[in-house]
């Protein structure tokens, strides 16, 4: 089966860092999604990625999924506390659009002012 | 944007109670919606697919006689938690798909069994 691997499970950076967070597939990606989440609360949509080779940025972050479809990384630049959360990647499973996403475990950020 | 409401956000209840959970699609029609559970400091797991005037499929290992699935409409589905035990305390968060926005998850139920 299809597992998703985060790395790292968390991280505590100082406000105004660069940070990179990735994720890993046992199996070629369909589509690729980056959530986040605040503890206890539901999941806020980042971005798709569906194309190997993709980048897509919206403010301070950029997601990347290499060109083999099976590596995705999350680049969030001058880090603000507003960014800490738990950031989630998420992929279909098979290959097509199911709905059916698995998750990885989830990467928590920290941002220290 | 495609914005899906869940409710309630936190619920507690009596062991051996129901309770039910509602998740709406506000701005879109969602034939299909999905509902998933969250235990602490882990990651979402699919629990069932909801489809509008059929009946959900479960995953392995869900009860369906437990966790029952109604999607009456192409705005509504809700799932009802039967018999409820403490260990069935977990965080319930339901997403349904948009053309758009992927799929868009509600704001999640914090179900506490006591």
């Known amino acids: 089966s299809q597992e998703l691997e985060q790395s790292p499970q968390s991280l505590i950076v100082q406000e105004g860092k660069n940070l990179t967070i990735n994720c890993t597939s046992s199996k070629t990606l369909y589509g690729l999604y980056w959530y986040k989440q605040k503890y206890g609360e539901g999941l806020i949509f980042l971005m798709m990625?569906?194309?190997?080779?993709e980048e897509k940025s919206h403010e301070k972050i950029t997601a990347k999924l290499d060109e083999k479809k099976q590596q995705s990384s999350l680049h969030i630049t001058a880090s603000q506390p507003s960014h800490a959360g738990i950031y989630l990647c998420?992929?279909?499973?098979?290959?097509?659009?199911?709905?059916?996403?698995?998750f990885g475990q989830g990467t928590t950020l920290q941002v220290k002012p | 944007g495609a914005v899906v409401s869940q409710h309630p956000s936190w619920v507690i209840c009596k062991s051996g109670t129901s309770v039910k959970i509602e998740c709406r699609s506000l701005?879109?029609?969602?034939?299909?919606m999905f509902w998933y559970r969250q235990f602490p400091k882990q990651s979402l797991m699919l629990m069932a697919t909801s489809n509008e005037g059929s009946k959900a499929t479960y995953e392995q290992g869900v009860e369906k006689d437990k966790f029952l699935i109604n999607h009456a409409s192409l705005t509504l589905s809700t799932l009802t938690v039967t018999s409820a035990h403490p260990e069935d305390s977990s965080f319930y968060i339901c997403?349904?798909?948009?053309?758009?926005?992927?799929?868009?998850f509600g704001s999640g139920t914090r179900l506490t069994v006591v």
């Open positions: 701005d879109f029609q969602a034939t299909t």
């Open positions: 990625l569906q194309k190997g080779g």
């Open positions: 997403s349904a798909s948009s053309t758009v926005y992927g799929y868009t």
């Open positions: 998420g992929a279909d499973r098979g290959s097509s659009n199911t709905g059916k996403l698995i």
